[in-house]
């Protein structure tokens, strides 16, 4: 309502009460929309309306950050899926080199590493 005559009005000082000021004066955070039809008149608050934007950018902002951390995790998980395979793959070239070189002969090391590597492959299954 307006601070003179208990309205909004265009006349007067365009100011409603409880915003603080003096008579005659308009805020600039205020815009008053008066409709022609009904004899209203409509207040946007702008520094309102601009408090709920920034928080809504905010949300939306943390939203997609989100969204981005889902995707390159699970773009992440992909990739080490095709490591393991890739790993898995040289793991079994050692253990066919190993057991080649066990099966002409040569012992000690060869003997101790491909048993410890057939544990290992056991384990990690």
Known sequence: TCCCCS??????????RGRGGRAGE???????FELFEGGGVMVVD???????LGA????????????????????LEKQMAH???DVEHILKA????????HQQGANGNVTK?????????????
């Open 7 to 16: 309205k909004f009005c265009s006349e007067c000082c365009q100011q409603p």
């Open 26 to 32: 308009r805020h600039d955070w205020l815009v008053y």
């Open 46 to 52: 702008i520094g309102a309306l601009a408090g709920w």
């Open 56 to 75: 809504a950018a905010v949300v939306g902002a943390f939203l997609f950050g989100a969204f981005r951390l889902l995707m390159r995790l699970e773009k």
């Open 83 to 85: 490591r393991k395979e």
């Open 94 to 101: 050692l253990l066919a080199c190993l057991d080649g070189l």
């Open 113 to 125: 590493q491909l048993a410890e590597l057939d544990a290992y492959m056991i384990e990690s299954r």
